[in-house]
């Protein structure tokens, strides 16, 4: 079996780059150990403050950001961080070589329930020119990312990587605590019959997305001609990996319920690494903003904790999706593609 040190040299990580990463996927060790043991170490249950998001924090949104906060300030190599829980952007090493931007926990609503929670991350090259302190060393595009990563603390603890190689997936051995290649090149199914999305926002959502979300719940009877099953986690973590396992489309659009957030999801932390995660295994990662559909590693951030649209998955799924949303102000009819079949 490869270790995660081999694959990172055969991307061609340099050493410092290789130190980050280890740094942060040794916390998550320590994370997953606190998710394992969970009322036991009083770790359940909210923390009574809320972030700069607005959401109340859970004690286990705190401990997971104290603990990465923590580690990667004595990691030289990094010049700044970026957090979810975080307001600002948090200056470390002025010669550090790289930045680092995470979501500490993902999926915070499942803590309580023990249902799949995870760390997001990502490595940017730190801009020589800028501030260490300042948000701008955050506004790269996504495709400038170095590496991006989640950890999954599921029924097993899996860490799923990709650093400009192919997407691996890791699984943490209980016995060694180390890191084990179980998936050398995760591949996203062009096709699928799967999607994941928050229905209880339909109401909230554009006529062209209703459309499209219309024609995937009439399955067979309608002008998809097949059926579609639907999953949703509600932590962004478990539903990409569940579409980097077996495909599925994964969703979560523009609303009106807030005019001034259409969005949830946040660029930075969360978005953008899973975009590359997905892109690298070969499926496609879009968002819709200003009438027009992005690729969402071709996004130019303007706010540390921008909030973007997302659709992601199996490639020919996120392309018929897009046709339904190019279509502005016309009933929208889907471009079919050829070799859309049921599997
Ligand atoms: P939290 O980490 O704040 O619980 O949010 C999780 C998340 O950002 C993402 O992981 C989910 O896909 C999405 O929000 C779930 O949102 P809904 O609660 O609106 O379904």
Known sequence: MQDLENCLNHDKASAELKSVVTTLIDVTKEIAFAVRQGALAGVLGSAQVENVQGETQKKLDVIANDLLKSALSENSCVRALASEEEEHVVALHQSGKYIVAFDPLDGSSNIDINGQIGTIFTIYPALENVAADSPAQFFQLGKNQLCAGYV????????????????????????????????????????????????????????????????????????????????????????????????????????????????????????????????????????????????????????????????????????????????????????????????
């Open 152 to 343: 999954l603390y599921g029924a097993s603890t899996l860490l799923v990587l990709t650093s400009g190689g192919p997407t691996r997936c890791f699984t943490l051995d209980p016995h060694s605590n180390e890191w084990v290649l179980t998936n050398a090149q995760l591949q996203v199914p062009q096709n699928t019959q799967e999607f994941s999305i928050n229905m209880a926002n339909q109401r909230f959502w554009s006529d062209n997305f209703k459309r499209y979300v219309a024609d995937l719940l009439l399955g067979e009877t309608g002008v998809r001609g097949k059926r579609f099953n639907m999953r949703w986690n509600a932590a962004m973590v478990g539903d990409v990996h569940r579409v980097l396992t077996r495909g599925g489309i994964f969703m979560y659009p523009n609303d009106n319920r807030n005019p001034r957030q259409p969005a949830k999801l946040r660029l930075l932390y969360e978005a953008n690494p899973m975009a590359l995660l997905i892109e690298n295994a070969g499926g496609k990662a879009c968002s819709e903003a200003m009438n027009k559909i992005q690729r969402i590693l071709e996004i130019t951030p303007e706010s540390l904790h921008q909030r973007v649209s997302v659709v992601l998955g199996s490639a020919n799924e996120v392309d018929i999706c897009n046709t339904y949303l190019f279509k502005r102000d016309q009933q929208a009819e889907p471009v079919l593609i050829e070799n859309d079949e049921a599997y």
